[in-house]
């Protein structure tokens, strides 16, 4: 079974589209993330949520929320779907001791 | 803030070669986690080993050896007889310990290295 699962794993859209990115965790870990990877390979992170609370929301635009319904999901939903937005989407999950980090395989959003 | 730089953009070198991508951390929290992840061509982010700041003990495993040096803020990675199978982006990452709840808090990663190991 996969620990940290994200649907899809490609998605290419055209700008001004509204698009989900949805990401599962069976791990039983109570936070999530967000991270993005553009296309100098960097990874920022983007959200945080520590049993369905947010608490990081780094400077990301208010076009991106992130909705988690259960500790065990976290979706990001992007609107109005901007060029500069195409990049590889990590969903990740932790536990706190000891300290460790899971990552879903990515989505790679290619926006045209 | 916290910062990791890898000043290293891109290595190259031959088959069998040793090599060490290095590492070099900034942090105000006297308590942390240090992590190094592979990334492969295809693209997913590989767990290597994780280090807390309590522990300074150099690590190895297989060809793969970490040296950390909190006097230097550094947590350097060597992989010894480099295979192709190596080639890959590897990135250094850093966490608080215990700030934000207890374990909300993301990992910081460096820009990585893109290690390219020829035949």
């Known amino acids: 079974d996969t620990a940290v699962s994200q649907t899809p794993k490609y998605l290419v859209t055209q700008m001004g589209n509204d698009k989900s990115i949805k990401c599962e965790q069976n791990?039983?870990?109570?936070?999530m993330y967000w991270y993005k990877q553009d296309s100098k390979k960097f990874l920022k992170i983007m959200f945080s949520y520590n049993n369905k609370e947010l608490i990081i929301n780094e400077t990301v635009p208010n076009r991106f929320s992130p909705k988690s319904p259960d500790k065990a999901h976290l979706n990001l939903h992007i609107n109005s779907l901007e060029l500069g937005d195409s990049a590889v989407y990590f969903c990740a999950s932790s536990q706190v001791s000891p300290r460790g980090y899971t990552f879903g395989s990515g989505t790679r959003l290619t926006v045209v | 803030a916290q910062k990791v730089t890898q000043a290293q953009t891109e290595i190259s070198v031959v088959e069998k070669e040793d090599v060490t991508l290095d590492c070099v951390y900034e942090t105000r929290d006297t308590t942390y986690y240090l992590f190094w992840y592979k990334q492969p061509p295809s693209g997913e982010l590989v767990f290597l080993i994780r280090?807390?700041?309590?522990?300074?003990q150099n690590e190895i495993s297989g060809r793969y050896s970490w040296n950390f040096q909190k006097s230097t803020s550094s947590f350097n990675f060597t992989i010894t007889a480099s295979q192709v199978v190596d080639s890959a982006v590897y990135f250094c990452?850093?966490?608080?310990?215990?700030?934000?709840?207890?374990?909300?808090?993301?990992?910081?990663f460096g820009k990585g290295t893109h290690l390219i190991i020829q035949p």
């Open positions: 280090r807390n700041s309590f522990d300074e």
């Open positions: 791990l039983g870990h109570d936070t």
């Open positions: 990452a850093l966490t608080p310990l215990g700030r934000s709840g207890g374990g909300a808090d993301g990992l910081t």
